[in-house]
Every structure is written in C-alpha cells, then in structure tokens.
C-alpha cells in the first residue's frame, strides 16, 4: 500500500521536553526517582524509563523518603506541589508550558469573581491538575448537552484541556453562551496539537483509510482519531504496529498516518514498514 504520513506526527514540545529532563534527572539522580504517574501516556516510553529505574509511583504517599520526584507533563495541583515540599523531596517538574498556561488562567478567572468551566475529560490528570488550581471550585464539562443543562452563571469563566479540537470546544462554547450574561474565554488549546490536528484532517480525505498511532490512554491521540473520524470513515486506532490487521485495509491502496503527541518515531515508523509491505492483492476487498 502507498502510506503517506501526516506532518507534525509524534512527539510535541512538551513530550520531548519532559523525556530530556527525566533522562537528565536519571543521569544525575544519586539515590531513586520516581514519577508521579507514567510520564507520558505512551507504554513503550513509559516500559523504557522503568528500564532505566524510573518507578512510578500513584501518590504522594507511595514516594520512597528521600527520592527525587518528577512531576509529569500533565501537572499537578498546588497541594500536591505541596505536599512534595513539605516532605523535603526534590522536585524535577516537566508539567508542560501549555498546561502551565491553563492551569493559571483558571486560578486567575477563580480570583476576578467567575464561575469557571473546564471543558475536557474530568478523569484526565491534566484536568484534575486544572481544577486544583482553582481550588476545587471548577466545573468539568465535555458536551453540549452537559452544557446546556448548566443552571444559568452571571459570569462565566472557560478554559480548555489543551489537547481538545478547537471544532469541539467551540460548539461547547457556543452553547455555553446561552448559559450566562458573561463568558469570558482563555484559548487554552496547545499549538502542538492543534497542528497534529490540522494537517491529519487535511490528509485523511485523500487517502481510503487513517491509521492513528498512540497510547490507549492518551487524550490528544483519541482527538486525533475522533478529529479524523469526521471526514474519513475508516480510521483505525492503535497502539503499535503489532495490531495491524490486513484484513481492515481491504479494498484500500493509499493509507495515511499520524500519530499521537506521546508516540516515539520508532513505533511510527514501525507501523509505516507494515503497512508498506502489506501486498495491494492482499488488501482487495
Ligand atoms: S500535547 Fe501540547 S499540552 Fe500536551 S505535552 Fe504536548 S505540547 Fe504540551
């Protein structure tokens, strides 16, 4: 099959640069580091910083007195930060700019007086981390029909988790409109992803089918999928090349690719050799 793959496939900004100062922290650490939850969502990457003797750990309370703790790209709330200081440990903090970003607008729409709304994932780390900086005080919303049940807000206040669609978040906000006397809106969508986003939708058109690539649990890659879902009904999700299954591509002579801001470029090259070498015969409906 022809295989064309997506400019701004893989690795973003805030990956890349979480991975440097995780590998630099393991390079100098003299006793144990551990991570705050996996560092990214990606197994492979997580699997090989375990290798290394990076440990993960869930909470405050698993970390091993006198480690050093990497803080993840996703972030952490204020007690969290916290708590790590209050225990005396080192911090390496990877929490990536963006989410940095949103995390402040929250807090700061907190203090001048607005009810705030997360549009994204309640469960997500980045979105918890959001809420926390505002004390708590945030409403998590993912839907129009969640919005539109909203009781009416004099003032509302909106931030995005900063992998979403901007075509998502727009109609959430349109109907957040309808909400309130006042919505006040901070952009907090990453530029990272809405590349990845903008040139995979692009793509997915010309080709019979979209292969997505990138943890199961990572959000950006499920937006990927969901963003090129819209304009090309066969799009396939996976997490590596050992789940291609020739018989999806049926029929399908040009495929294309992209891949999740948390995926290594070997795993996306590994998927592009499979699907390179799947034989067009093989393939015919
Ligand atoms: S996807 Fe965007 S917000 Fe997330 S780590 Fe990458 S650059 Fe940062």
Redesign the pocket.
Known sequence: MDVIVADNAGF????KR?IKMANETLDGAEGQVQALGPLIHNPQVVGSFQKRGLRVAESLEDITPGATVVIR?HGVGPSVKEGVEAKGLKVVDTT?P??TKAQWYAAKLIEDGYKVVVIGDAKHPEVVGIVAHTGGKAIVLNTIAEAEALKFIGRLGVVFQ??HSILHVQEVVGALLKRSKEVRVFNTL?G??TAMQKTAVELAPDVDAMVIVGGRLSA?TAQLAEVCRKVNDRVVQIESAAELDPAWFAGVRRVGVSAG?STPDEVIAEVVDRLTQMEPAATTA
């Open positions: 973003c900004f805030g990956v979480a790209s990536c963006f989410v900063t992998t990453c990272a992803t950006n801001a």
